[in-house]
Nanobody
Framework: VQLQASGGGLVQPGGSLSVSCVAS????????MGWFRQAPGKEREFVAA????????QYTDSEEGRFTVSRDNVKNTVYLEMHGLKPEDTATYYC??????????????????WGQGTLVTVSS
């Protein structure tokens, strides 16, 4: 399984950005997917997750209402739409494929495959 994230860039505070992650293989639709981020010098942290069908999503409190995760199982792609971006959202954003079809954890250990990450910088 290979995951390719893209869409990162520089955005001003309060702005919006969407990142996406394309997965190889035919099993994409059988697993939950997650988005994590890692800022320099910090641990990788959970941002959002979506179950295999897209019917269930999960966010941390700080992202709830600002970020939206979605997926297209025909295109093997998971998306993260971000609004109201803050400087503290600056990080490399990674997509991960979970071990299960449902969302079981916000821990990185619950995800077995990772993309290379895409850098999001929120700055004026």
């Amino acid at each position: 399984v290979q995951l390719q994230a893209s869409g990162g860039g520089l955005v001003q505070p309060g702005g919006s950005l969407s990142v996406s992650c394309v997965a190889s293989g035919r099993s994409f639709g059988s697993y939950a997917m997650g988005w994590f981020r890692q800022a320099p010098g910090k641990e990788r942290e959970f941002v959002a997750a979506i179950n295999w069908s897209g019917s269930m999503t999960q966010y941390t409190d700080s992202e709830e209402g600002r970020f939206t995760v979605s997926r297209d199982n025909v295109k093997n792609t998971v998306y993260l739409e971000m609004h109201g971006l803050k400087p503290e959202d600056t990080a490399t954003y990674y997509c991960g494929r979970a071990w299960d079809p449902v969302i079981r954890t916000m821990e990185a250990s619950g995800y077995g495959y990772w993309g290379q990450g895409t850098l999001v910088t929120v700055s004026s």
